[in-house]
């Protein structure tokens, strides 16, 4: 079974640029989950939907970060504009809620870095 | 602010003892934690959680551990071996909401 597929795996990026990450949650999970890991704060959940609603996007940093989930099987995370503090790795996960306990699953993550 | 800590950002222990991994929650309302672990350049994985309604559960050689008074959940690791050597997440949420927030992680490194 193909788990949480995201692209890209890896991105360096100039400041001031936009980016674009990816994600294609678990066919039939009906949460998906945007998270970002930094060293100072472990993983920071951003946004999460259901149904391809957004619930809860408190954890956005600012508005140079927007979150979209057009359909079941697609979700881009954007950034405009870049900048160096948004370096990190930012996971896409997915969900079933009431299966096996609310497993989250993750994806392997993209690696941005903003020079 | 961070709503889960994991105040040890690492811990070394020799292969076939105890790993003890801690984590504290300051939301008392949380109803549901989960451990993750993370080996490097992949996505966290799931490992085990626990209820409120329990104090424990277990699964093979990994056990978590819930003081909901204290706030406090640990995970124990009996015996440990080198391939246990990751980083964990522990993660404290609302069931119904499915939100959850993750710690900072602890970084296990387990010697031969």
């Known amino acids: 079974d193909a788990g949480v597929i995201q692209s890209p795996r890896h991105e360096v990026t100039e400041m001031g640029q936009e980016v674009t990450l990816r994600c294609k949650p678990i066919?039939?999970?009906?949460?998906l989950f945007w998270y970002r890991q930094t060293m100072m704060r472990g993983l920071e959940l951003l946004i999460y939907?259901?149904?391809?609603?957004?619930?809860?996007d408190s954890g956005m940093p600012e508005d140079r970060f927007s979150a979209k989930m057009p359909n079941a099987s697609f979700s881009t995370l954007k950034i405009q504009p870049s900048e160096p503090r948004d370096s990190a790795v930012y996971f896409c996960?997915?969900?079933?809620?009431?299966?096996?306990?609310?497993?989250?699953?993750f994806g392997e993550g993209s690696w941005l870095t903003v020079v | 602010d961070q709503q889960v800590k994991q105040n040890s950002p690492s811990l070394s222990v020799q292969e076939g003892r105890i790993s003890i991994l801690n984590c504290d929650y300051t939301?008392?309302?949380?109803?549901?934690f989960l451990w993750y672990k993370k080996y490097p350049a992949e996505g966290p994985t799931f490992l085990i959680s626990?209820?409120?309604?329990?104090d424990k559960n277990e699964d093979g050689r990994f056990t978590v551990f819930l003081n909901k008074s204290a706030k406090h959940l640990s995970l124990h690791i009996v015996p440990s071996q080198p391939g246990d050597s990751a980083v964990y997440f522990c993660?404290?949420?609302?069931?119904?909401?499915?939100?959850?927030?993750f710690g900072s992680g602890t970084k296990l490194n387990v010697k031969p």
């Open positions: 996960a997915s969900s079933l809620r009431g299966v096996l306990g609310n497993t989250i699953y």
């Open positions: 066919s039939g999970h009906d949460y």
């Open positions: 939907f259901n149904n391809n609603v957004p619930i809860d």
């Open positions: 939301n008392s309302m949380f109803d549901y």
């Open positions: 626990i209820s409120s309604i329990k």
């Open positions: 993660a404290g949420g609302l069931y119904n909401f499915n939100k959850f927030y």
